[in-house]
């Protein structure tokens, strides 16, 4: 029972930090139906910028809290975050927005190449450690423990999330975000400038990965310039999960995508009779993803997506 | 100078030539029709006014080149396309369509009187506000595409098509709306394949054909016309 409830509340900080990586996937794919694989590096670039800020604030202002120094990376990664969304969509997908759907794809997967090599030549190809700043307390609820870093991180993620849902639902931008990825046409007709919509949208999915990548770093401790990858991969999976273009089931599916991968870890060495080791959890994660979508191959939260088409 | 006026519009699409050099112009407060068979160019015709298709020739407007000029600019300026297909946004609520409609104004508590002046022409589309409009019917959702293009307070009203696929009790309703909008001053561009409606309810009128206009006068002469007679009228 204790590793049940030890590994749930693992499951859900590691879910609220891929939900919000998911966000931006569904945000892009139900405004203009391309799947941005350079998402997943936007998050990579949060994570490293803002640690090559830490790193600089630790040098010059060495007297400086660690809570200050860590949100001064945020806050200048962030906007770094924002500014590489706006530049990917304005120049890898805007001039091919009326291309064949191939186009925009493989432009996505070869700028998402582009940006890794990027922080390579800029940060190397070595593990670069998250310093050892943010406060080591922990709570202990039924026998399990939690941090107070896995406390914020839920903390935060769920305030963003609020916030994000809140702007798309009541504000005149969110109604026009909406309105866009219902028919652009037709959005244009009302008015709405369907270029500035569309770009808006990267920017906020960006700032929510930027905030996602610090605090994947900050919670083990690294970064590395190919992380984006595979947390990109399973945010993405995690939208696909919840019904990829609908947004609570981006929040659905990365919360789950956390808590079965954590209970994978947790169980799948008793489960396969100690054949299989906790290192399996992603394969786990992912047996079950497919076995959800084989039954709703549109996601739990999601429409059928031919009828869309 | 004419409100709208169109030179030698052409338009070019999907290989085809939809709509080859057409010539009209609509004064402010009038209401004109644009009518025609199935395919004759009159809707990528609205298209092409409103930036929705490229096109070529001289499109005017307020005396203004529309030419270039986006789809949201050309809605900035008074123009509201009532789309084919009635377009309107099915996963959002009708209040909310009508939301979209006034998007462009700043005027609150104007576009707050507007809901109740629309909620009053259409009492249907009050009692279902909260309602996803996805789930209206057909005539109730051609209702709310008036509404929300009225909402912006537009100054030339296109309407493409408002009698396509409604019941026969629906279209009395919807054309009478549009008289009565027409009555308040608006200036309309009615495109209607229903000749016979079209040509009742208009001062003038122009008959398209294969993407070019073929005939264009009063729309009582334009009725009285045998060749519309025969074309358009079934008789």
Redesign the interface.
């Known amino acids: 029972m204790d590793i049940f409830i030890q590994q749930l509340i693992n499951g859900l900080v590691l879910g609220s930090i891929y939900a919000l990586v998911a966000l931006g996937y569904t945000m892009v794919y139900g405004i203009l139906e391309l799947i941005n694989f350079a998402h997943g590096e936007v998050t990579m670039m949060g994570a490293m910028v803002a640690l090559a800020v830490i790193g600089a604030l630790m040098g010059v202002a060495p007297d400086l809290p660690g809570v200050v120094v860590v949100l001064g990376g945020v806050l200048i990664a962030v906007p770094v975050c924002m500014l590489l969304g706006f530049g990917i969509e304005r120049l890898a997908y805007r001039p091919l927005r009326n291309a064949p759907r191939l186009a925009p794809l493989i432009t996505a997967i070869g700028l998402s190449i582009v940006l890794q090599n990027v922080a390579m030549l800029i940060w190397g190809r070595q593990y670069i450690a998250f310093p050892p700043l943010l406060p080591k307390g922990q709570f202990e609820i039924l026998g399990a423990h939690i941090s107070v870093l896995q406390l914020f991180i839920v903390a935060l993620s769920v305030t963003v999330m609020l916030g994000l849902w809140f702007t798309v639902q009541k504000t ?1 931008l969110g ?2 975000m ?2 866009t990825a ?2 652009r ?10 270029n500035s919509v569309i770009a808006a949208t990267f920017i906020i999915g960006s700032a929510l990965a930027a905030l996602a990548g610090v605090m994947v770093s900050a919670y083990y401790g690294l970064a590395h310039y190919y992380m984006g990858f595979l947390l990109g991969l399973k945010a993405f999976s995690a939208a696909v999960l919840g019904g990829i273009g609908n947004i609570a089931g981006a929040m659905l599916g990365g919360l789950l995508l956390g808590v079965i991968e954590a209970l994978g870890a947790g169980y799948i060495g008793d489960l396969s009779g100690g054949f299989l080791g906790s290192h399996y959890q992603d394969v786990f994660a992912f047996f079950i993803l497919s076995l959800v979508l084989v039954f709703r191959p549109s996601g739990l939260l999601g429409e059928r997506v031919a009828s869309r088409a | 100078m004419s409100l709208l006026q169109v030179e030698g519009l052409h338009i070019h699409y999907g290989g085809i030539q939809a709509v080859r050099g057409i010539d009209l112009k609509i004064d402010e407060g009038e209401l004109v029709c644009l009518i025609g068979a199935n395919g004759a160019g009159k809707s990528s015709a609205l298209k092409g006014i ?1 930036g ?1 298709l490229p096109h070529g020739g001289q499109v005017h407007y307020a005396g203004a080149s529309l030419k270039g000029r ?3 600019a050309i ?2 300026a008074g123009l ?2 009532v ?1 084919e297909g009635r ?6 609520t009708v209040a ?1 369509n009508l ?3 006034a ?2 104004r700043r005027d609150a508590d104007a576009v707050r009187a507007d809901y109740e002046r629309i909620y009053q022409t259409f009492p249907r589309l009050a009692e279902r506000r909260g309602q996803l409009a996805g789930l209206l019917s057909g005539g109730e959702q051609q209702m709310l595409a008036i509404g ?1 293009a009225l909402m ?1 307070r537009p100054r030339l009203l296109l309407l493409d098509e408002p009698s396509m696929g409604l019941a026969p009790l629906m279209v009395r309703n919807i054309y009478e709306t549009i008289q009565a909008v027409a009555r308040e001053g608006m200036t309309i561009l009615l495109v209607e394949q229903n000749a016979h409606l079209a040509l009742q309810v208009s001062s003038r009128g122009y008959v398209m054909e294969s993407g070019a206009i073929t005939l264009a006068g009063p729309s009582a002469e334009l009725a009285a016309d045998p060749q519309v007679r025969a074309a358009y009228l079934g008789e």
Not at chain 1, 185 to 194: H, Q, T
Not at chain 2, 87 to 92: D, E, M, S, V, W
């Open positions: 005149r109604r026009a909406r309105a219902q028919s046409e037709v959005a244009a007709l009302m008015g709405v400038n369907v | 409103v929705l986006p789809t949201h809605a900035a509201a396309l789309p377009g309107i946004f099915a996963r959002l909310e939301a979209m409609g998007y462009l929300r912006g």
